[in-house]
């Protein structure tokens, strides 16, 4: 990081835990205290320990959307300046004026020209507005990435697996557009979505919800022609050259067909329509490493995290809305202070630079996703490090290159710090999302690394679930030495789909067991750095 990003990272991070405030010649001391829903209305509060010059003693409200720096438009309200107001205006909701994505900033008239006193703040109670709130499925941490071939339709393997929480990507342009079947109307615009490929989704969330488990939805933003709207200009030169692209709160278009998207799908699968529950959503994938999983050309981190966090709150408000208990999750991968090549940030610096810019428009409560696969990547027998690089890449303490499932307890003591918790002070939700294990060294390599991983999470009360990749090998990753399917490509299982299996049933002890020997610990409840 440099030393310009590290000042404004310090700069940002003073608005963790106070109001936004703006100090300069002629425009005093203001801040915005809140933005919130009441009923159909916005109340946002506004305080001054200093005035600040005007033309006619008065505080203007203007609403911005995302992409705009300033005052624009016409102000939505007024007040005579005084130490404390409040501002009340009509959300608009169901309508092209709804006011429930935009940001608020207060300013004055000084020669005639609105001059801004405060930074921007968003609504951060969008729940609100939800009138139906499932409970979630938190039956279980056991996860696993499943194969849509053998989801439902009489294949039992994945009940037979006591799979609790299962995992899947949606693209959203697949959804944009298609054959038009599904019809939304969203903000007094009307949007049509692919019937066919949601239908997809509608089997795999609805059998998975029927037969007990938690689903956790990756939302993933692809290049498909004739939809560029959906990319941010700051990702569009390298469309065609990357997987995923950061989605586009920048324009008009994008923005518009993001919120609705969103939405809609939170709407689909909040429980109560018939196509099943999704609990847990995941808005981009490790967007730390931002040119292969998120493509931006931007080498700022600060910037980069701004555009990220746009991305991230405007998704949270659209779930919400929907779902109020649903989890709205950022991710990240195991290059916890690695950067791994110029393509990358740090996973750490990432978070930092996130927190500080959402904390200074107005905390919510976003969670996280990890993925704490081992280095390398390959590597499955962590407790015998590949060699003295792989040794010290992986430690146990707060600045450790990589966080795997054998430091786990850095990343949510790391998350425990007062700067990192959510609005009511509690430790954020902290979602394993993807790890895996190839048997390229081993089948009993594999089954031992699953059960070791598996009870990290378990004992550690921060972690809601722990997602394995994956139920049947892909040819993709077999490729690339990947091999951390429970079974093979021609459906045969390995020793760790009978591990996987047992590690949390009443023989448990004796597979424990069994994975200590293997790795060679002795004292088993020291080595899980219980949390």
């Not at 003693?57 to 720096?69: D, M, N, S, W």
């Not at 969330?205 to 200009?233: D, H, W």
């Not at 790391?414 to 954020?428: D, E, F, H, I, L």
């Amino acid at each position: 990081m440099t030393r310009k990003n590290i000042l404004l990272l310090a700069f940002l991070c003073a608005f963790l835990l106070c109001p936004i405030k703006a100090k300069a010649s002629g425009t005093g001391a203001v801040a915005i205290g809140s933005a919130t829903i009441t009923g159909e209305k916005v109340n946002v509060t506004v305080s001054a320990s200093d005035l600040p010059d005007s033309d006619d003693g008065k505080f203007y409200l203007f609403a911005e959307k995302v992409y705009q720096t300033g005052p624009a438009g016409a102000p939505v309200a007024s007040l005579p300046m005084g130490t404390y107001g409040t501002f009340s205006v009509s959300l608009e909701r169901k309508t092209v004026s709804c006011h429930l994505y935009d940001k608020f900033q207060v300013a004055v008239l000084q020669g005639g020209v609105f001059v801004p006193v405060t930074g921007s703040r968003y609504i951060t109670n969008p729940e609100v507005l939800c009138g139906y709130s499932p409970q979630r499925k938190s039956n279980g941490k056991k996860g696993l990435i499943l194969d849509g071939a053998k989801i439902g339709n009489g294949n039992t393997e994945a009940p037979s697996l006591g799979v609790q929480q299962a995992a899947y990507n949606i693209n959203l342009e697949d959804v944009i557009g298609g054959n038009g079947g599904v019809i939304y109307e969203y903000n007094g615009k009307v949007y049509h979505y692919d019937s066919s490929y949601l239908s997809q989704y509608d089997h795999c969330a609805r059998t998975c919800t029927e037969q007990g488990m938690g689903v956790t939805m990756v939302l993933l933003n692809p290049y498909k022609p004739g939809q560029e709207f959906m990319i941010s200009p700051y990702s569009r030169p390298g469309m065609g050259k990357a997987n995923y692209y950061m989605m586009n709160t920048s324009e008009d278009q994008g923005l518009e067909n993001l919120e609705a998207v969103v939405s809609y799908l939170a709407y689909r699968y909040n429980g109560q329509n018939g196509f099943g529950q999704v609990d847990n959503w995941v808005i981009g994938n490790e967007i730390n490493a931002k040119n292969a999983w998120n493509h931006t050309d931007v080498s700022d981190l600060m910037t980069y995290a701004q555009l990220y966090a746009d991305e991230l709150r405007v998704c949270y408000t659209a779930i919400k809305t929907r779902n109020a208990n649903a989890n709205v999750c950022c991710s990240i991968d195991q290059n916890w202070t690695h950067i791994q090549n110029a393509s990358y940030f740090s996973a750490r610096s990432f978070l930092e630079a996130l927190n500080a810019c959402i904390c200074a428009q107005g905390n919510f409560d976003w969670a996280l996703a990890q993925h704490p696969y081992n280095y390398p990547l390959t590597w499955t027998s962590f407790w015998t490090p590949k060699d003295s690089e792989a040794a010290s890449m992986i430690r146990h303490d707060i600045s450790s290159p990589y966080i795997s499932m054998e430091n786990i307890e850095q990343l949510t003591d790391y998350m425990c710090q007062s700067g990192m918790r959510n609005t009511k002070g509690a430790v954020r939700p902290i979602l394993l999302t993807e790890v895996g294990y190839s048997s390229t060294q081993g089948e009993e390599a594999q089954a031992a690394a699953i059960v070791y991983a598996y009870q990290r999470a378990a004992t550690n009360q921060y972690i809601n679930m722990i997602v394995f990749n994956r139920q049947t090998d892909s040819a993709d990753e077999v490729a690339g030495g990947l091999s951390v399917g429970l079974t093979r490509q021609d459906g045969s299982r390995k020793l760790a789909f009978e591990f996987y299996q047992q590690m949390n049933g009443p023989a448990a002890d004796s597979y424990i067991q069994r994975a200590a020997s293997y790795m060679g610990i002795g004292d088993w409840a020291a080595a899980m750095n219980a949390r």
